[in-house]
């Protein structure tokens, strides 16, 4: 994610603007006439005109540094260009990638940072050659919002590995524009339509948003690994991520293991459909499941000891990697070999497998375990998920802003 997950490096471009500026151009964009070409929704056909002519402005909540505290600010969002969308921000799930990226924690930040990256709200204007949404749609935004479309992996609808580096929603340049682009923290966002995700009718929007993110980053490694029933899958961390882990595996009929550091999770973890839940430390139920996992999801967000979970795999499984992008400690060479036992990592999914999982969980009714919070309550809500104090998804009701606006 970013230059962290990604090999994008860009000069930093401006970052937001004088407020003054902002407000002189907002000026000058909502006296503009409606631009043919653009569609509007009904319900702010100004804003859908300015969106056409230049940029305009924008409410969000971030931070000024790393150590600041999220506080409401005014960004300005981009011009519609042909193929983009605005869309009138409904929620937006706060993921652990967030925290490292506004505390600092992966020497990859720009200020000022408005994360967000689990994003679902609705189409209020399309540019001209727009074709996937129209005014009024609900669209969904994760983390990719540009690739290069054109190397092995963007073709082959991975491109969260293009060769080029893709761009992520927020505290990184625009690739056409340069600048520094921000999250889904705000009240409206513009994207191409090829990075917006068709959001099923009836869904449950709150409950869906985490899916853009901690859901296809669970859903992707069971897809590649072939996880279906049967087959036994650990879940390392219950989390964000790990909470939709097991209920994505669970759903694939996979018999599943949580491992936690949190006793008061563990009835949970069953209640989320897991057969069995383990505290790290349980020496004799660490011996007990030795050799007998397929795959061991970790959503453990820093390095740690992987080997006495790589001794858990049988032949051929596959720890992977989702949570730490610090070292791993070392392995022993003897317990891969003895196994064929793998060690991946996984980043996110492509576009069109988020499509797949946002469709796969709106078919099965899987959402995530949520607790709605205003904006003013985001610093907070990010203490209390490094806490490990989250049940399992804090999501901003982005619709308490306009309120206070
Ligand atoms: P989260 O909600 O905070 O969940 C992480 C869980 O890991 C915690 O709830 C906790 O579960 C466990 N844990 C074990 N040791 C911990 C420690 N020292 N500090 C905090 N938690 C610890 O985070 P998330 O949103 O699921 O994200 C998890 C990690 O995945 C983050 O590092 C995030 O940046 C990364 N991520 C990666 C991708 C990708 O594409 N690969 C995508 C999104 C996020 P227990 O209480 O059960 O132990
Ligand atoms: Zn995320």
Redesign the pocket.
Known sequence: ?NEA?NDFTHEHGPGIQGRREILKSAAAVFAAPMLAGVAEGAQSPQHASAAAKGPFPARAYGVAGAKAPFAPMRIERRALRPNDVLIDILYCGI???DI?IARGEWGTSRFPCVPGHEIIGRVQAVGSSVTKFKAGDMAGVGCIIDSCGVCENCQADLEQYCVKGWTLVFNTPDRVSGGLNFGGYSDKLVVAEHYGIRIPPGADLAATAPLL??GI?TFSPLQHWKVGANQRVGVA??????HLAVKLAVARGADVT?F???PG?VDDARRLGARAAVQ?GDAEAMKRLENQLDLIIS????G?SIQPFVNLLKVDGTFVN????DDLEPLSGRALISRRRNVA????GGIAETQQVIDYCAARNIKADIELIRPDQISQAHDR??N?D?R??FVIDMSSSKEAA
């Not at 959503?299 to 820093?302: A, I, L, M, S």
């Not at 990592?345 to 996110?348: L, Q």
């Open positions: 994610m997950w993921c652990h990638s490292h993110c901690a980053t961390g219950l989390g964000g991520l790990g949580v936690t550091t949190s999770k790290w959503t453990v967000p820093k740690y989702v949570g730490a992008l990592g996984s980043v996110i998920v490094v490990k989250v399992y998804r």
